[in-house]
């Protein structure tokens, strides 16, 4: 039962374009959002992050967008750069109410973004 | 400032072996997660640990457990092996058990290969 999908194992965009990353989740206690940036031989590096009662957080290049009614959030990197190249993870948390386990990401099966020169 | 470091960097070890990976968190982090990455997947959880007490165990075997030290270090093992545990074995730490702005950080991982 995967509980946050990210449904495009790949994207290959233009140096200075919009980078858009897609995540699905199906868990309605999920009310913390998270990605992650990792590079090949290292550990995932935390880019930015959403909580449930924002719709919108925006961190320099980075900017998430959270549509809790279609269970849909995206980064968006405008302007892409060669070195955003890499996978990315998006992840959720749920809420204290979630039980013990409140403090567990779950992770889609990660995006791998190439951003050529 | 240190980021969260794990050792060892890599690992060999045949079927029915056990393995202890090890892991310090980011100085003031309490709270400390372990999750393991096969290749083409995202991480999956298997453990917190907060204050040195398991706060939340993923879906696996019995052959995996760990402990968390009072300096909030932690351990984790895993008893016969099998060669689906060949994977990636990363460390998470964060502030608090969880919730909103809880962001946990990453070390760079122990790759296990188990033959």
């Known amino acids: 039962d995967q509980q946050v999908k990210q449904n495009s194992p790949s994207l290959s965009v233009q140096e200075g374009r919009i980078s858009i990353l897609n995540c699905d989740y199906t868990?309605?206690?999920?009310?913390?959002f998270l990605w992650y940036k990792k590079y090949p031989a290292e550990g995932p590096t935390f880019l930015i992050s959403?909580?449930?009662?924002?719709d919108k957080n925006e961190d320099g290049r980075f900017t998430v967008f959270l549509n809790k009614s279609a269970k849909h959030l995206s980064l968006h990197i405008v302007p892409s750069q060669p070195g955003d190249s890499a996978v990315y993870f998006c992840?959720?948390?749920?809420?204290?109410?979630?039980?013990?386990?409140?403090?567990?990401?779950?992770f889609g099966q990660g995006t791998i973004l190439t951003v050529h020169p | 400032d240190a980021g969260v470091t794990q050792s060892p960097t890599h690992l060999i070890k045949t079927r029915g072996q056990h393995v202890t990976l090890r892991c310090s968190p980011i100085s003031g982090h309490k709270s400390v997660s372990w999750y393991q990455q096969v290749l083409g997947q995202g991480p999956q959880f298997i453990f917190q640990?907060?204050?040195?007490?398991?706060?939340g165990r993923g879906n696996f075997p019995d052959r995996f457990s760990a402990r968390q030290f009072p300096n909030y270090s932690s351990e984790l093992n895993v008893n016969a092996l099998l060669l689906g545990d060949s994977a990636l074995y990363l460390c998470?730490?964060?502030?608090?058990?969880?919730?909103?702005?809880?962001?946990?950080?990453f070390g760079p991982g122990t790759r296990l290969t188990v033959l």
């Open positions: 959403i909580s449930s009662i924002k």
């Open positions: 868990n309605s206690m999920f009310d913390y």
């Open positions: 998470a730490s964060s502030l608090r058990a969880g919730g909103s702005y809880n962001e946990q950080f």
């Open positions: 992840a959720a948390s749920p809420s204290p109410a979630g039980g013990t386990s409140y403090g567990k990401l779950t």
């Open positions: 640990y907060y204050e040195k007490e398991e706060r």
